[in-house]
């Protein structure tokens, strides 16, 4: 494959990568990372061609031939780490072609997916069993302030644009604008020259080349950028009014705004919003790569290396080969033992699987989680049967105290497995009075068990001890203390919730529902799904998980009451008719 520009992830003295963007093109090979943008590297290509012809005496590309060229080629961009394939949701085949050729020249780790929000595009690495690759939206704060830094981008002279990797579309600030200002007069104006130009484009996905930033900026802003007469004004005349562009623009912009720093919450949180939107689709977040995921949810799931099924052939992502002759211990992070261990269970279960894809639970959504090191590891289960239509979503907790559990206090093997046994009756049990006092648990629980070595401090390490885990089907709707509280502005939602909550409340206190470690209250703490109606009021609370349950069952009434009137305090600001709510 023919390449104009630096390889892959180059950086210059100052460790900053050469370029962060590519083209990658198929009808004649070759890939292209000549700094500019993705239309500027097209023509480059096309010219490059048509010099090569000349040199061999043959006539230049015909406008079909050119046709030809631009539509078989994939857009990608560049971060520190990772490659991005910016697929036309139309031409998965052109993606995945480039997602080949990209696996020649680095680890197919580092090679993500872009446009997750085009369901087929979604469908399609699914069907792969590789939702991992598709690119993460931020979570954290440092995962915001990593994408804002990792989105700062320059074409052809100063680094003063923000990048949308989704859109194509770069975002200059009054700062980024502050900075051509200072340039020397030739620079500034050629700077000024690349910026209008830009702001006078569209590119090959119909959107704007560049934009301003915050996107609430007055129109004016945008057009008076755009009519610039570089060419025509004198030095002095370009600089006067490139400085009234400037006094308007921030005479516009939100206090909060006006510090454009990663550190300020607000700038922060309006830069991700813009450089995480998307065009030509409906607004939407990451929920839907599984109908009914509720977005808080989706948010917190590292999605990990799974397997497709082939006319009975289970399918390993390679990425486990790449693992298993290396042993890199960055790959170690996503190959997840557990997680092949799952999928060889689940293909000995279900005789027609297609795919399965397994996700990581990465925190806690609970508003006051335990700690410590005996948790039980939480998963995320997607995988489709040949003879249904959608695919079926399920939640897998490990045991908390299993096997290795025990071994790791120093109890011998043989009292670690009945210990084990025990605690997973006991979980059951538990279970089966909950259930029969009519608690709204899961219709259904299912157990289920590997082998795996055990890795302790003992004599028994290297010992294959095995592992248990539960699973049940994934409840739609939104936990009670994730609920925005606009909705508690209308009466009818409130009062509803409220009614539903008060039911759950009085099962909960009941079984004694605990924490086990403390012996806190944990009622409305993301144990409790409500469901709403067609009328968009709740309908239904749901139960996810009797962990807790008994552990204060002996407890006087008036010792438990008092912690679930928390539940209604801390609405109350957001209710208009408290006495009704309460």
Known sequence: MKILGEKLFAKDASGQLLSRIGTIFF??????????VHATQRLLWIDTLNAERAAKGIPPLSPEEVAAEMEDSVDLIMTEDAVYIRPDPERMDLAFKADEELQKLVSKRRIRFLNTHAAKVRNALRARGENWRMARQPISQDDMKRLILDSHVSIDHGCIYYYN?????????VGGYAEIAKLPPAEFREQAREVVALFSRRNRMGNPEAEVFPTTTP??????????????????ELRRATDKIDLDWRMSLPADLRDESVENFAWRNAMCAALTRVSNA??????????GLSPEFFRQIEWLPGARIDRGELIFDPLWDEYTRTRDPELGQVCDPRVRNIIFNFVRFYRDLQYVNIGRIANSLARHPEAGPHRGSIYILQMKETS???????IL?????????????????LQSIIEANDYADYIMDRRLMCQQLGMSLPQYVGFGQFAEPYHGHNQYNGTTVRAYYFIRAYTSGTASDKVPVGKFRNPAYAKKFAHLMGGAAAMDMIVGRLATKNGENIFDTNYEIVQQGLDGLPEH???????????????PFEELVAPYAEVVRRRAPYVKDFAAFG
Request: hydrophobic share 40%; charged share 25%.
């Open 541 to 555: 609370v749901a139960v996810l998980d009797h962990a807790g349950s008994f552990v204060g069952y002996l407890k």
């Open 165 to 173: 990797r989704n859109t194509g579309t770069r975002f200059l600030t």
């Open 282 to 291: 409906p607004e939407i977040d990451g929920s839907e790569l599984i109908q």
């Open 219 to 236: 129109i004016g802003i945008a057009k008076a950028i755009q009519h610039l007469d570089v060419d025509r004004l004198s030095d002095e």
């Open 27 to 36: 009808k004649t090979p070759g890939l292209v990372t000549v700094r500019g």
């Open 397 to 413: 907790r490990f045991q908390k105290w299993g096997i290795a559990e025990h071994l790791d206090e120093g109890k011998n093997l």
């Open 388 to 394: 249904r239509l959608e695919p079926y979503v399920a």
